[in-house]
């Protein structure tokens, strides 16, 4: 089964959008857990304050409770709040009627940009070094003359 069978597939499913805006909050939630935890660890760091265990043989750390803390805190009131819950509806809702491109329309499409992206660095390059040789070269020549 190709990406894009696989994603008609999905789509004729009638997949739920709520699903996709749960599984998009925990991954967000583990990135930000990660994300918070390091800066707590960088803030107690500078302000001179150490990072001890918590509870010793599991290595969590106060920066990573108070990182998973203010995550779980943020999760639960991007959950709770009305709008950005509706948004994150809307939003799933869109991408599940999107029609994503084929393999073979990524790789024609990939190389017509790789191929105009020569052209015009040819072009440019051609450019560049003929006025780099009339501004730097042939000119002084004529007016020096």
């Keep these: 089964m190709s990406a894009s069978e696989a994603s008609q597939q999905a789509n ?14 925990l991954l967000f939630g583990v990135v930000l857990v990660l994300f918070l935890g390091k800066m707590t660890e960088m803030s107690l760091g500078a302000f001179g304050l150490s990072d001890g265990v918590l509870i010793s043989g599991t290595g969590i750390t106060t920066a990573s409770a108070v990182g998973f803390a203010l995550a779980v805190a943020a999760m639960a009131y991007a959950w709770t709040n009305p709008r950005l819950k509706t948004l994150s509806l809307e939003v799933a809702t869109e991408l599940m009627r999107v029609t994503w491109p084929s393999l ?14 020569v052209i015009a660095s040819v072009i440019l390059f051609g450019m560049d070094t003929l006025s780099y040789k009339v501004m730097v070269e042939w000119l002084p020549m004529i007016v020096g003359s």
């Design 12 to 25: 004729r499913a009638e997949m739920d959008p709520r699903r996709l805006v749960v599984i998009s909050y």
């Design 104 to 117: 073979d329309d990524v790789r024609v499409s990939t190389i017509a940009v790789v191929v105009a992206s």
